[in-house]
């Protein structure tokens, strides 16, 4: 794999994506909805004004985990999907499948993290002109790590497009990925956790957090803020396991890594057996 | 009259003496003194340790230091009826065991005032001592220690019908520690950056007034005590793993009225704790208001206002028999969704203090992993939903649907300060931040569009 | 410049392409005639990697195309049937972008934009363009690298008549370059105007090349061309079911 038709492919994807205007919708949505929730956050602030930061963004957390997966699929699907005509064309050039590949994924990316970052921005801004700068540094690693789940679930609509081709098909696919990973997998981490009992039940509690790229975003989201307190003993008891917090942002953000190049990695795979 | 404003004999030294004595002499000069007579030391810096063993009344002027060897215990009360009023203490000796502290009490009526106790390892120590006053002393332990090496704030042991008011205590490892110490009065006192702010054992009929516990790992640990009152104190930012506004292990017939309690980990935490009154209480902000192991029964909560907790009640266990109104009155829930038809200030609907979520968590505690998922939160919608998997136990009959007015809180004007200035933020800023960006946006889009139309 | 070996390719339990083989020469105009579904499309996707061989090779410029894919493709440029290009992008972003790919600077992009005299339309968006205009766009975008081998996919299948016309002015400018061609079809009149050699596609086979000419010459002088066509695809046809 070479570096500039992924560099031009990743341009070529960001510039239609730029000028679609979903991307624009997208972005204004997503600033009118991070700068609204950490508004009223505040708005709701009690009598003291207290925990300005972490709570504002554990309420912006809450948007993420819902809003992001869902536009990264849709998006991704949309793109991988496109046209044939267009795909025949772009893979008949002599660029090699993963790099078509990785040039989309980017230039997707590209499009995505521009229209959230807008939307931290003025969210971030807000937050910092009423509660001070303190939070900064995390504000921005939270920043990252939402980017980081676009990118998982980008990774994650490659794979679905890849195996579904059509896109009434991969849709389905795609909603289906996003209803299990949001919601479903975790009543059934629920669910599990209470047939099992003692260490077996934490460890497979533990351990099932990383089987989830939304719970990986939002537990490392909850070390970041400092807040991991909020999950009480059961916070520290993870910490613990994980050997202390910076280790475990650390394996978290391992895990979303693996998470976002795993399901890239198969789609090429399979679509170098692929016929178009 | 009181003991302590007893003064027999008054001996002024003036500066010009002290000086060509040298600067060492304070205790020789407490032995060349008579018992009842006043010692008025201007400042300057004295050498430790003094022990007091005749009743004086030691009055810095201008905050004379009094530099301990660093060995033992800087000052040392002895005898009945002595004040020790105006003075910097600092230097205390390093043996938690030994008991070293700033000023060590082993008599009674005497009052410590107005003192600054400065890299101490225990502050003020009352050993056996009893009806002392400990009031207005400024007390920092030895930062540089770890927590558990420290030493407490005001320590009682064995000590009965002591005042305490009026201190501010950080840098220490518990504010109060209080084992076998009944009767103390404790009021206004300001507790800050240390382990527990209240430790407290084996001492009943206490009372707590006006104090101030904010940004400890725990705000009180109230354990093995009765009838206690607890009033107008305020337990704030005590966060960490375990940590809570006030827990009460084996704690009965107290009554815990007007206090705030908020941005604490667990608010209030029981267990075994029975008999308990909580009325006009402001519990806000916490991850969890309330956290009860089953055993804490005949609790009774009535017209407290519990706002914006994360969950409003852990339950450790299957029910508690805990009470939630009294009298027709509940408390008020800022979750509460139900109505008020007949207008009697009380929900026509029961409030269920737990959603599914919670009661599980309950069960398994570390479920509280996926707190914040959506999934947590499709449980509490369920329950509601689906009324067979309601699993409540845990019900407000009588709910407000008003916060019961607790603007005149004492506690409240004490912490006016801090309250003013995050009220006063400007509304319209966050607004006025918001419009570049949307004007980024739109800008954006027009110059698209433009380009498109070339 | 192109030889195919034994090419088959089944998609599930359809034999798409049977045991195709063929060679293109250097300079060769080569026309696939057949009717839809044949295997024409298929075969020629194998020849830019688009399709998978289930079993034979194919080599281009004496390169394997599946063992170096990315090199076999260097050297040809490939129309796709219904070519589609992004609608919020220029034509001449649209050049530029497939020029980056293989390497071509943007002032010979340019150029070739003239050359196809695109003069009004380069700055507009392909949303706006003409089907004709999208089809002028696609021969621009693969005459542009200049490679030795040009494929086809029925080049004038939703064409008008003026489509059609600058499609065989296309070629023949093409060939006068010595480029080898190969393009499929299933109008009879195209494949005997441009075409040096056809190759016929029935039912997934190849069932004869050669030459217009030679082609003509086997059958009767009272049978036209296009009864030849109907009765290879008659008698095949028949074979099969």
Known sequence: MTFSPVFHIARQELTVNVRNKWTLIFAVIFGILVTGIAYFGMIAEGFSGMQNFARSSASVLNLVLYIIPLVSLAMGTLSFTGDKGSAELLFSQPVLSSEVIMGKALGLFASIALSMASGFMVAGIMIISKSGPQGLTSYLAFTVLSLGLAFVFLSLSILVATLARRKSKAFGFALFLWFFFVLFYDILAIGITLLLSGSTMNLFLFLSLFGNPVDVVRVASLIIFDTATIFGPAGAALLRFLGGSAMSVTLLVCALLLWAILPMALAVKIMRRQDF | MRPWSVISAIAVLASGQMESQGISNLQSLISNAQAGETILVPAGEYDGNIIIDKKLILIGLGSPVIRGTGVGSVITVKVDSCVVRGFVVERSGKMLVDEDAGILVKSDYNVIEDNVLQDVLFGVYLFGADNNRVRRNDIRGRKELELGERGSGIHLWNSYDNILDGNDIADVRDGFYIQNASRTHIERNNVRGVRYGLHYMYADSNVFLLNSFTDNVAGAAVMYSRGIRIRNNAFLRNRGFASYGILFQDCHDMIVDSNVVADNNIGLFFEASRNNVFQHNIIARNDAALQMFQNSNGNVFTENNFIDNLSPLLVVGKKTETRWNRNDRGNYWSSYDGYDIDQDGVGDVPMKIQNLFQYLEGKAPHLRLYLYSPASQAFAVAANAFPVMNINTEVDRMPLVKPVDLSKLGILTLLAPSRGNHQKTNDSVPLFAALPGLGIFVIGYLVMKRRSRQ | MIAARHLTKKFGTILAVDDVSFEVKRGEIFAFLGPNGSGKTTTMKSIVGLVKPTSGKILVHGIDVQMHEKGAKASVSYLPQRVVFPENLTAREILYFYASLRGISRSDADEALEKARFNGFSE??????????????????????????????????????????????????????????????????????????????????????????????????????????????????????
């Open chain 3, 124 to 241: 507009k968006y392909i949303g706006e363009f003409s089907g004709g205009m999208v089809q002028r766009l696609g021969l621009a975008v693969i005459s542009l690298p200049d490679t030795p081998i040009l494929l086809l996919d029925e080049p004038t299948a939703s064409l008008d008549p003026q489509g059609v016309k600058r499609f065989r002015e296309f070629v023949l400018e093409q060939k006068e370059q010595g480029k080898t061609i190969l393009f499929s079809t299933h109008l009879l009149a195209e494949a005997e105007q441009l075409a040096d050699r056809v190759g016929i596609f029935v039912s997934g086979k190849l069932v004869a090349q050669e030459s217009v000419d030679g082609l003509r010459e086997k059958f009767l002088k009272n049978k036209t061309i296009e009864d030849m066509y109907l009765h290879y695809v008659e008698t095949f046809e028949g074979q099969h079911q």
